[in-house]
């Protein structure tokens, strides 16, 4: 091969190495949900491990009152993901129209409740109040697979 032929084939491979390489640069990472945009009529929903939001989109947050008189609440959670099962736990805090915490006795406070959510799948989680005094409620939400998934 000359010298000239050389060069070229050359040239033309450092041209593509850096086209490879530019298009290799990553966007800036934009959340797949919104943890208070997400939540309805002034509801939080907490997600404990902020890794969960990249994987776990709350579609809906709904409340309202039983016949009884007590706060129920409605949450549908959608596994984002095309390809990983997820294991999950919720559980609800309830607060007086103060803000405070109902149910702060150790054993008082409602369970933590798990969930496994398929690629795509939602699921629905309810929770009603065990007192008329609740007003509103935090939903927190962490991975199964915790140390502390004791409960």
């Known amino acids: ?3 000239n032929i050389l060069t070229k084939l050359l040239a033309l491979t450092l041209t593509a190495g850096a086209l490879t390489l ?8 934009a959340p797949k949900t919104n943890v208070t945009g997400s939540a309805a009529a002034g509801t939080k929903v907490v997600f404990i ?8 989109f709350v579609d809906r947050v709904s409340d309202g009152l039983t016949d009884a008189g007590l706060l ?3 949450a549908a959670l959608r596994n984002t993901t095309n390809d990983e099962t997820l294991a999950v736990q919720l559980q609800t805090i309830f607060h007086t129209a103060d803000g405070e915490a109902l149910y702060t006795d150790v054993g ?19 929770q009603n109040a065990l007192t ?5 409620y935090t939903v927190r ?5 915790r140390k502390d998934a004791g409960n």
């Open 1 to 3: 091969m000359s010298k």
């Open 22 to 29: 530019g298009g290799c640069v990553n966007p800036p990472y």
């Open 49 to 56: 491990d902020k890794d969960l939001r990249r994987v776990l």
């Open 72 to 74: 129920k609440l409605q």
């Open 108 to 126: 008082s406070e409602s369970a933590w409740q798990n969930f496994t959510l398929t690629p795509g799948q939602t699921v629905y989680y309810q």
């Open 132 to 136: 008329v005094s609740a007003r509103s």
């Open 141 to 145: 939400v962490r991975y199964l697979n």
